[in-house]
Nanobody
Framework: QVQLVESGGGLVQAGGSLRLSCAAS??????????IEWHRQAPGKQRELVAGIRSGSITNYADSVKGRFTISRDNAKNTVYLHMDSLKPEDTAVYYC?????????WGQGTQVTVSS
């Protein structure tokens, strides 16, 4: 069974940067074939897709984070990163990692990101 553990959240001032990590347990082979997404959910709002990366490292981003966030993966470490620059107060949310693969659909527990103005 694959498990995801997010880390790297915290409190940062507007304009600052954070790097989130999503570490997966299990086979590196299975991880390398999987697509990973970062989603976020702010209080009172629906969960939304922030960024995704496929097995071939093809990436996609929400319009609201393009040019500020970068998603990357290190298959040898079973880890996906979300580097966030120029953070805004509206980026405040719980950030979740989501893995989909062969018979896999796994969510992490989330990590809080708070951006102060």
């Amino acid at each position: 069974q694959v498990q995801l553990v997010e880390s790297g959240g915290g409190l940062v001032q507007a304009g600052g940067s954070l790097r989130l990590s999503c570490a997966a347990s299990g086979s590196t082979f299975i991880f390398a074939l999987s697509a990973i997404e970062w989603h976020r959910q702010a209080p009172g709002k629906q969960r939304e897709l922030v960024a995704g990366i496929r097995s071939g490292s093809i990436t996609n981003y929400a319009d609201s984070v393009k040019g500020r966030f970068t998603i990357s993966r290190d298959n040898a470490k079973n880890t996906v990163y979300l580097h966030m620059d120029s953070l805004k107060p509206e980026d405040t949310a719980v950030y979740y990692c989501h893995l989909t693969g062969i018979r896999l659909d796994v969510w992490g527990q989330g990590t809080q990101v708070t951006v102060s103005s």
